[in-house]
């Protein structure tokens, strides 16, 4: 088992623009959380997905949103992009009991200039 | 509110010197607490969480609601012990929903 993979590695935008993040699961894991971490910070929650649907979500705006496909694995998408979003980003699945632990991604560096 | 304090950014220590990371939570609840280690270019893994009272790596950690602390201990550290240490408390939503809520993170340096 690889555990949870995420894609790309790294990304590279600009301001206004839009961008897909990916992620999937451990084998045998439902729940996908997205958390962000700016640098010198611990990761930020941003959302959380279960049965496709986003069950919980982090003080973060509408420009980001996600999704879930049944195969469990999840999107990240953050639309008009500004400096600020400039993070590493970080997948985390989890079954859906709700005191699971949550196993880490190594993350997609994302770099608005 | 929930939060969870890390008061030291960098924590250096020599090889064979206790250990100690401090960890300060706030939650209404029962707390389910958990740290987190993150090596150089590797990925954040878990290192310990509290209901299992485990020991991994010669870390211990023990919660005192008391005084709201979940502090993690090693009585000698090793230099592959330098890392990023992060103290996290999961918050549960209701139903099947979980967030965790992280601190900022301690570097532990550990000289030769």
């Known amino acids: 088992d690889a555990g949870v993979t995420q894609s790309p590695t790294h990304l590279i935008k600009t301001r206004g623009q839009q961008v897909t993040l990916r992620c999937s699961p451990k084998?045998?894991?439902?729940?996908v959380s997205w958390y962000q971490q700016a640098l010198g910070q611990g990761p930020q929650f941003i959302f959380q997905?279960?049965?496709?649907?986003?069950?919980q979500r982090g003080n973060f705006p509408d420009r980001f949103s996600g999704h879930q496909f049944p195969n469990y694995s999840s999107e990240l998408n953050v639309n008009a992009l500004l400096l600020g979003d400039s993070a590493l980003y970080l997948c985390?699945?989890?079954?859906?009991?709700?005191?699971?632990?949550?196993?880490f991604g190594p993350g997609t560096r994302l770099t608005v200039l | 509110a929930q939060r969870v304090t890390q008061p030291e950014k960098l924590l250096s220590v020599f090889k064979g010197a206790p250990v100690e990371l401090k960890c300060n939570y706030s939650y209404s609840g029962s707390p389910e607490l958990f740290w987190y280690v993150q090596y150089s270019r590797q990925r954040l893994q878990l290192l310990l969480r509290h209901i299992s009272r485990e020991s991994i790596k010669g870390f211990t950690a023990d919660l005192n609601k008391g005084e709201t602390s979940f502090h993690l201990k090693k009585p000698f550290a090793q230099e592959e012990d330098s890392a990023m240490y992060y103290c996290a408390l999961l918050r549960l939503s209701g139903g099947a929903t979980n967030k965790l809520i992280f601190g900022t993170g301690t570097l532990l340096a550990v000289q030769p």
């Open positions: 985390a699945s989890s079954l859906v009991r709700g005191t699971d632990t949550q196993y």
């Open positions: 997905y279960y049965e496709e649907e986003e069950r």
């Open positions: 084998s045998g894991h439902d729940t």
